[in-house]
């Protein structure tokens, strides 16, 4: 079997949840060739999915060293690797301004990336100017040669190491996990341990991962961290292993499938309606609660019927308005969970949801984030 064929077979076994078998298509992969990017991804997939986060985690380091390398990571004076990114928007380019300028205030940009908060200053005016509406548009090859060296490229991360204990003591698991059972959601306020919550909050705050652009656009103001480019670490597998722990009756033993985060803009709309692929999702937040303006709102609605089950993800995902119009139909009853840090919504993936209005106050740190973690496959 060629490798194009042994890539296509793995990814199929990833998507039927048989991960043993993607991680021995993707091994003969790589044994034919070694820097096969979406074999070495699918390798860090599967193995999370598998439940050896040490190796998995070694992986995505890996491959995010081979695709996202800078002159300061992985190690001093490196080279940048992998192609350079050329999309971006006038959201994605305030965001990353944004990050070096809080980056340098906490002492953690190195000396001789100062320099680059100007760099992308000029570019964020030009586009801005060039591109209104939060259009995504393509660099222009003067502006990729001023964002080279750090455009969507690691120049610091965080260890994300892991912590006594992620989950507090604090919340009812059983109550949890007998709402969920009747009505396929639960909030759980105080999910993680004070320690934990820091050091996520440090993770995502700190850390020059956030590459997703395509969301970065119009009206949606919002761009995204994924598990196999930076987002994995040894603190968020934690959190993921202690939730199937907390929750066996949820969780129990269904695989990690997905890890992804999204942070926000202050004013403009989050993610339109949508369904997962997936059978449990555990979506929490990190922002302080004095960084959302208006306490009734800022999180997430949750429709508690599900989407039928032959529709595909992409029929589910591709027509918002057209989800809304059927959990109208089918008499759904919308449950609005209010913004909170520290609060989850463990929830049955296949539930309609949606972000609710945003009003966050100004400043780098106080942007929303959010991470998500996804069990099983529908």
Known sequence: MSTSALVVAGLEHTMRDRADLALRDFDRVLAVDPRHVVARQ???AALMALRDYEGSYAATLSVLADRRGSRWWPKPDGTPSGEPATRTSALKLRHDRDQLRYLAETGLLPPDATALEAAFDEALAEVARSA????VVELTPLQQRRLAPAYNR???????RRVKRALAEGWDRTAAA????RERIAVVDGLLTAEALAALRRF???STIWFDTDHARGARGYIGADAMDGLACPLLFQVAEEMRKALPAVIGELPLIKLWAFKYDHQLQGIDAHADAAKVNVNFWITPDEACADPTMGGMTVYDRPVPADWDFAAYN????????????????????????????VFDSSLVHATQPLRFRSGYANRRINLTLLYGRR
């Open 42 to 44: 699918g390798r860090a």
């Open 132 to 135: 209104p509406g939060n259009r």
């Open 154 to 160: 690691v120049i610091h991360l965080d260890p994300g």
């Open 204 to 206: 995502c705050l700190d």
């Open 318 to 345: 591709a027509d918002p308005q057209g989800l809304l119009r059927h959990v109208r139909e089918v008499g759904a009853t919308a449950v609005q969970v209010p913004y909170r840090q520290n609060r989850a919504v």
């Open 178 to 181: 007998e709402r969920y059972g």
